[in-house]
Nanobody, 121 residues
Framework: QVQLVESGGGSVQPGGSLRLSCAASGSIFIIYGMAWYRQAPGKQRELVASITRGGNINCADSVKGRFTISRDNTRNTVYLQMNSLKPEDTAVYYC???????????????WGQGTQVTVSS
């Protein structure tokens, strides 16, 4: 099994910055795509940004130019640098990864427990 642990959430004023980290651990053979999702109260979970193992990136239009996703394959970690934060960015942010636990294992999706980001003055 693969475990994902997020860190770096918190409260910040509008215009501020936060950096989220998500470290994968456990039985890991290979991690394919990694991504950040978020879910605001009363809303559906939405994709914020994703990155393939090779570094191809996809970002939601709402965060382009403000958020940057990156990953360190040697550390099995994905990051989300969030700048120019807005109140509408307030949500629980979840890490997601597609991985295999062994060479013969199937590709499965895993989720972190989520970390709260609050943007408020």
């Amino acid at each position: 099994q693969v475990q994902l642990v997020e860190s770096g959430g918190g409260s910040v004023q509008p215009g501020g910055s936060l950096r989220l980290s998500c470290a994968a651990s456990g039985s890991i053979f290979i991690i394919y795509g990694m991504a950040w999702y978020r879910q605001a109260p009363g809303k559906q979970r939405e994709l914020v940004a994703s990155i393939t193992r090779g570094g191809n990136i996809n970002c939601a239009d709402s965060v382009k130019g403000r958020f940057t996703i990156s990953r360190d394959n040697t550390r099995n970690t994905v990051y989300l640098q969030m700048n120019s934060l807005k109140p509408e960015d307030t949500a629980v942010y979840y890490c997601n990864a597609e991985a295999r636990s062994s060479s013969l294992g199937v590709r499965s999706y895993y989720w972190g427990q989520g970390t709260q980001v609050t943007v408020s003055s």
